[in-house]
């Protein structure tokens, strides 16, 4: 008979992230978001306070917990996308094209996240609390197209204007696919091409 392999220290750690995160989102949304204290979700997660903290620096974090590794894919999918056209210099078109493909990689995460927790971007978008640390975020993923597309040899100037635009048309395509996810990466693909086309 065969045996299961024990869980891993790190596979322990993301399932204890992971139940805190759906003990929050479900709290949060029977109850709203101010309303819900750290012990709450500590206790329905079935984990001490301290646990949490260990994982999350507040509550507001447990919905965004996963930018880290969503930077680190955006950089990467920067970097495959740019690999024929580097050095991009004082190119935006090229830096554009770039970013295009690099967000419909994130738009494919990005919406089966949603998916899978169908509850959370109508949370944060009925809580004002909420909707200022996701814009916070997505400064952030601005900042990581930016750094990105500098370190493929596009000049400052036009890697920040790349990053800036790109990340209208993601937030458009987000925007029209808001109550169907499934159609995050089309919808940011048809952002982008209705750029390109006044170009």
Do not use: N, W
Not at 36 to 60: L, M, N, Q, W, Y
Not at 119 to 124: H, V
Not at 149 to 154: E, H, T, V
């Amino acid at each position: 008979m065969t045996t299961s392999p024990r869980p891993t220290r790190e596979s322990r750690q993301e399932q204890t992230r992971e139940a805190i995160r759906h003990a929050a989102i479900a709290l949060f949304v029977d109850h709203g978001f101010d309303a819900v204290a750290v012990a709450d979700i500590a206790e329905r997660a079935g984990v001490s306070r301290s646990t949490f903290f260990r994982h999350f620096p507040d509550k507001a974090d447990v919905l965004f917990h996963d930018d880290s590794g969503s930077h680190l894919l955006l950089a990467r999918a920067i970097a495959g996308a740019a690999r024929s056209r580097a050095p991009l210099g004082d190119s935006l078109r090229a830096c554009l094209e770039v970013l295009h493909s690099a967000l419909l990689v994130l738009a494919d995460t990005k919406a089966i996240q949603a998916i899978r927790y169908p509850a959370l971007e109508q949370l944060i978008a009925s809580t004002p609390q909420l909707q200022a640390c996701s814009l916070v975020k997505e400064r952030g993923y601005t900042d990581v197209m930016v750094e990105a597309l500098i370190d493929q040899g596009a000049e400052p100037l036009i890697a920040r204007q790349a990053g800036h635009v790109a990340t209208a048309c993601y937030d458009s395509g987000y925007t029209e696919a808001f109550h169907d996810p499934e159609q995050l990466s089309d919808a940011v693909d048809r952002a982008f091409r209705r750029l390109f086309a006044l170009a």
